[in-house]
């Protein structure tokens, strides 16, 4: 034993463990918990102790403790490395990795049962940056092929009427049969309607200053993203044939 170790005790090992512990007894209620459980939670152990194991697991973490948890101590006597969420004295969930095992009494009868609970938060955390990342990255690639595919286009059009075609096209695969229309501007000011069907949100001709998205965009010079709530909040007339498109 070292020097550092030379204080510990096996009761300061098991509270101070980088794990969770618990015991409960055959029913499922909580005979002992280590500190580092306690800690996770926000709990003292007298609002852990001689209350169910269930009782610290959110509503989604409990269905499955009944369906899974509880079968499986049933027929094979251990849990081993199920996922599950803790709920914190604030309520927000902890995921853990739970391992767990019940002892029989001298009679064969179930016995109490012990386990051991990792957190998985920071795992889960990495585990969501990594689908963000993913998601960003296959966005960027889906614009780089449209790009190149309007780009295609475009190259071998030889009047407006074909690059405004050639776009609806393409805008039409890349929004997997989404409703596209494109306009021309002429010299006055007007939007005439060159490809796309006519409708509440395309009308066949409007003016570089009406309050609609595409007319926005013109007077922005630039693209123009809107959402339904963006719709409801800045083009309120909209909001009718949005509801029942």
Known sequence: ???????????????????????????GTVV????????????????????????????SALLFYETHYRALLHVAGRVDGMALDLATVDR???????????HLTPDGRPGPVHVSLFSTRSRAVYEQDLRRSRQRA??????????????????????PHDVASALTRSLSRATRGGSVAVWLTD??????????????????????????????????????????ADVYRSWPALAGPLADA
Not at 1 to 27: F, H, K, N, R, V
Not at 94 to 102: C, I
Not at 138 to 159: I, N, P, T
Not at 201 to 226: H, I, K, N, T
């Open 138 to 159: 296959e966005q960027s690639a889906a614009r780089l092929r449209l790009l190149h595919e309007v780009r295609e286009a475009c190259q071998s059009a030889l009047e």
């Open 92 to 102: 927000a969930p902890l995921p853990v990795l739970v391992t767990a095992e019940q």
């Open 187 to 228: 010299d006055d000011g007007r939007m005439l309607l060159e490809t796309g069907a006519a409708s509440a949100f395309a009308p066949a001709a409007l003016s570089v200053q009406d309050p609609l998205p595409a007319a926005e965009a013109v007077r922005r010079g630039a693209p123009l993203a809107a959402g339904p």
């Open 1 to 27: 034993m070292s020097e550092d170790d030379a204080g510990m005790t096996p009761e300061s090992l098991y509270d101070q463990a980088p794990c969770g512990y618990l015991s409960t007894s055959a029913d």
């Open 32 to 59: 002992r918990v280590n500190q580092t459980l306690l800690r996770w939670i926000g709990r003292d152990r007298g609002d852990v102790v001689g209350h169910l194991f269930s009782e610290l697991l959110t509503p």
